[in-house]
């Protein structure tokens, strides 16, 4: 069961989440992340949140269309997506995409990379995606659609990575390693539609981009 989880952070081109959306069995919204919704004419399945950062008469707007609503005190232990991300579990999903997660705060952005590890951790897909990137975290095996030269870069998300073999790419590895702090997986190009990337131990960042 696909979730998309909508957060406050930016979003640029609503056109670009169409499909995203039309795939998504689950819809919550993480606070603000209603805005985005009600401006997409979005009818989510659930907000959750303090509320600090959506405007009253969006909510009202949302309760009159019988949404589910559940509020939380602004002092709480855990962020708004971070809750929207349990509900989704608790709701049944397997496959968690993010957006509007992405924006001026890096420490939100840092907190929601640790959202994917949560979801590794207990065999859930997740990836964070806007207009330019697509975010995901693997343990094992990847493959992803793009076209001939579209970026993606590998980055080691544990002390380090071991056993590191790619398909498709400019700059193919067959086995190597890679150590935090040693960033030399960035950059690497698509040589074909799609590509494949496999690790045999920790923790890889894999980060699809483009211009």
Known sequence: MNALIISNGEISNYNYYKNIILDSNIIICADGGAKHAYKMNI??????????????????????????????????????????????????????????????????????????????????????????????????????????????????????VHGIYTEGLYYPLSGQDMTLGIPYGISNIFTENKISIKIEDGFLLVIKSRD
């Not at 009818?43 to 009253?56: A, H, M, Q, W, Y």
């Open 43 to 160: 009818i989510p399945n659930l907000i959750v949140g303090d509320f600090d950062s959506l405007d009253e008469d969006i909510l009202n707007f949302y309760k009159e269309k019988g949404v589910k609503i559940e509020k939380y005190s602004p002092i709480k232990d855990k962020t708004d997506t971070q809750i929207a991300t349990l509900k989704a579990i608790e709701m049944g999903t397997d496959n968690i995409t993010y957006i509007g997660t992405l924006g001026n705060r890096f420490d939100h952005l840092i907190a929601n990379l640790s959202l994917l590890f949560y979801l590794l951790n207990r065999k859930i897909k997740g990836r964070i995606i806007n207009e330019k990137n697509e975010i995901y975290l693997i343990n094992e095996y990847i493959e992803l659609k793009g076209k001939k030269g579209d970026i993606v870069s590998l980055l080691p998300y544990s002390k380090d």
